[in-house]
């Protein structure tokens, strides 16, 4: 069973996917790679190669007019803190966490937990982005 909030991470990954792959105009042959990769069925697959082919330059002239919603992140600044629980206790350390962008700055507060999951997934996303990068350079 997929929770509510997963099927909305999906979604928004497979939405973020195929508007990157209509930006930068991928061609189809790495866009199946990378679906197969996901282990989708090769029915899938087609169906949705025979959809963006008939819809790829409506989506890309709507893309077109768009730029990024966050902007460059040009530089991360951090600080441990200790934070203060009700009646002064000390309630853990937590990180202050700055992304200078091109835009406005980012600031939010995390656990060390948090922290290591958001390294984590920012390492992934690199990878999966070089992988993508290097697979349309190639083909």
Known sequence: VVSTQSTGDIVDSLMLFISEACRRNVNPGTISEVLQDLQLPPDRVSRFLASHKVKHLTLKSVLAGTKPGNGS???VRWKLEFAR???GSAAGPRYSIQLVTDREPVHFYCSPAQLDDLVSQLQS???????????????
């Open 73 to 75: 992140i040009l530089d």
């Open 85 to 87: 629980g009700d009646g």
């Open 125 to 139: 996303a690199t990878f999966s982005i070089d992988k993508f990068i290097n697979n349309q350079t190639i083909s």
